[in-house]
């Protein structure tokens, strides 16, 4: 979600200025992706990278996540929003774990979208992790292969992305999902996050679709799905 503090600049203001007007564009991705029937969004809203930017920018990213969750806990309830989290968590303040675990517990039945915020997170943290818990496990060398690293993931349930979405013209992973984004599809657009909205999400998806998706093989051509269980997605201007 990319583009905040160069569109508070244009502005003339800060870049906090920025992250706060970019939580509107997380309520636009989420009700799209709902709309849609997506089952799974994960939203890359801080990298363990973004733990060297200036403090006073730390703190108030860390303020805006305990006010967003709190604001935005009952909605995602009544739309059936299960909230999840990865990343290093426990680098996270005391406010910013306790409203996450809050927000986590009150949509933990929720059967809809599966909302991930990717938090204190890097593809390169996870796939430390993973050797680690694998070695701490005692799983002798041979017996590793990839099903044993997907296991030892942050998130071994969670099926790989179809698609990645970047927002404001990077074209770059950025140390996000490394593992997982193996095969996904890519997507660039220069609309910075704070404009980013459903029409922009739709497009970007209508986009995807039409796509044939080949994983590597040779003569086999895997068309991206055409149909979508939660709506009908309108031709793009």
Same mark, same amino acid.
């Given at each position: 979600? =990319?583009?905040?503090?160069? %569109?508070?600049?244009?502005?003339?203001? *800060?870049?906090?200025? #920025?992250? $706060?007007? #970019?939580?509107?564009?997380?309520?636009?991705?989420?009700?799209? $992706?709902?709309?849609?029937?997506? =089952?799974?969004?994960?939203?890359?809203?801080?990298?363990?990278?973004? %733990?060297?930017?200036?403090?006073? @920018?730390?703190?108030?990213?860390?303020?805006?996540?305990?006010?967003?969750?709190?604001?935005?806990?009952?909605?995602?309830?009544?739309?059936?929003?299960?909230?999840?989290?990865?990343?290093?968590?426990?680098?996270?303040?005391?406010?910013?774990?306790? $409203?996450?675990?809050?927000?986590? @517990?009150?949509?933990? =039945?929720?059967?809809?979208?599966?909302?991930?915020?990717?938090?204190?997170?890097?593809?390169?943290? @996870?796939?430390?992790?993973?050797?680690?818990?694998?070695?701490?496990?005692?799983? !002798? $060398?041979?017996?590793?292969?990839?099903?044993?690293?997907?296991?030892?993931?942050?998130?071994? =349930?969670?099926? *790989?992305? @179809?698609?990645?979405?970047?927002?404001? #013209?990077?074209?770059?992973?950025?140390?996000?999902?490394? %593992?997982?984004?193996?095969?996904?599809?890519?997507?660039?657009?220069?609309?910075?996050? !704070?404009?980013?909205?459903?029409?922009?999400?739709?497009?970007?998806?209508?986009?995807?679709? #039409?796509?044939?998706?080949?994983?590597?093989?040779?003569?086999?051509?895997?068309?991206?799905?055409?149909?979508? !269980?939660?709506?009908?997605?309108?031709?793009?201007?």
């Amino acid at each position: 979600m =990319d583009g905040n503090g160069r %569109w508070a600049r244009e502005r003339g203001e *800060d870049r906090v200025f #920025g992250h $706060a007007n #970019g939580v509107e564009s997380v309520r636009s991705a989420v009700r799209a $992706a709902g709309e849609l029937g997506i =089952d799974y969004l994960t939203l890359y809203a801080f990298s363990t990278e973004n %733990w060297s930017r200036p403090r006073n @920018e730390i703190n108030a990213l860390m303020e805006l996540l305990v006010e967003s969750l709190a604001g935005e806990v009952a909605e995602l309830v009544r739309k059936g929003v299960r909230l999840c989290s990865t990343g290093d968590i426990s680098a996270l303040p005391e406010s910013c774990i306790a $409203a996450l675990r809050n927000v986590e @517990e009150q949509t933990s =039945d929720c059967k809809g979208l599966t909302l991930i915020l990717a938090l204190s997170y890097s593809g390169r943290w @996870e796939l430390t992790e993973a050797v680690r818990r694998i070695v701490q496990a005692g799983i !002798p $060398a041979e017996f590793i292969d990839e099903d044993t690293v997907r296991k030892h993931l942050s998130m071994p =349930d969670v099926p *790989d992305p @179809e698609l990645l979405i970047r927002t404001s #013209g990077e074209q770059r992973l950025s140390n996000f999902l490394l %593992w997982q984004l193996a095969y996904s599809e890519l997507h660039f657009t220069p609309v910075m996050w !704070p404009d980013f909205r459903e029409d922009h999400f739709k497009a970007a998806i209508l986009e995807f679709r #039409g796509r044939e998706r080949r994983f590597g093989r040779t003569g086999e051509q895997i068309k991206s799905p055409t149909a979508s !269980p939660g709506g009908e997605i309108p031709k793009a201007e």
